[in-house]
């Protein structure tokens, strides 16, 4: 463990935070600019994923457990909203047919 530990601290610590800020970047886009609803949910991914990657590398810079723990609990969210996400897409493609959220104007009637 202390041979990642020494790995990932030779990288400096700015360009770990431009990685995950540009990975951000790229999911918040995609949910601003997509219409479809897996795409949206990855697009959220993305963005846990990224704030997972900083947790970790600060965790590891400070020498620090706490932030790989709340990464486990931040991965258990990103797990539990997939299955909710999907079983959500899945009835509403049986309804209309359709991932597209534009179309789920039609459900409010």
Aim: charged share 10%.
């Amino acid at each position: 463990m202390e041979h990642i530990s020494n790995a990932i601290q030779t990288i400096p610590l700015n360009h770990y935070i431009i990685l995950s800020s540009i990975i951000f970047s790229i999911g918040v886009i995609g949910v601003l600019t997509r219409r479809n609803a897996i795409v949206i949910f990855m697009s959220v991914e993305l963005m846990l994923n990224s704030v997972n990657l900083l947790l970790t590398v600060f965790s590891i810079y400070r020498n620090d457990a706490a932030g790989q723990v709340f990464v486990f609990f931040v991965m258990a969210l990103a797990a539990a909203e997939v299955a909710v996400g999907l079983a959500i897409i899945v009835m509403i493609y049986r309804n209309t047919n359709t991932i597209d959220i534009n179309v789920l104007n039609r459900l409010k009637w």
